[in-house]
Nanobody, 117 residues
Framework: QVQLVESGGGLVQPGGSLRLSCAAS????????MNWYRQAPGKERELVAG????????NYADSMKGRFTISRDNAKNTVYLQMNSLKPEDTAVYYC??????????WGQGTQVTVSS
């Protein structure tokens, strides 16, 4: 059974940091590209960051570059999202996504991140 379980969300003040984790099971984690998406109220889901299966390549949405860092530990079947210099507009539900080409596409249940003073 495929599972992606996000954790690490919460309430943080503007300028603060959070580290999200996504623990994967039920598939060959090291074969999948991993992504973080987010969805704010009333908005469409958007890609935050992605990392290749072996971690050698990453990509970020323009508004996250320099503030967010995606990483993975294939030995622990976990992908991370380090978020620094958080802004109120970063408030959203953050989702973990596992992707193998166009064939397999798995999603976690999401974790809420709220940036507010």
């Amino acid at each position: 059974q495929v599972q992606l379980v996000e954790s690490g969300g919460g309430l943080v003040q503007p300028g603060g940091s959070l580290r999200l984790s996504c623990a994967a099971s039920g598939f060959t984690f090291s074969s999948y590209a991993m992504n973080w998406y987010r969805q704010a109220p009333g908005k469409e889901r958007e890609l935050v960051a992605g990392i290749s299966s072996h971690g050698g390549s990453t990509n970020y949405a323009d508004s996250m570059k320099g503030r967010f860092t995606i990483s993975r530990d294939n030995a622990k079947n976990t992908v991370y999202l380090q978020m620094n210099s958080l802004k109120p507009e970063d408030t959203a539900v953050y989702y973990c996504n596992a992707q193998w080409g166009t064939t397999y596409d798995y999603w976690g249940q999401g974790t809420q991140v709220t940036v507010s003073s």
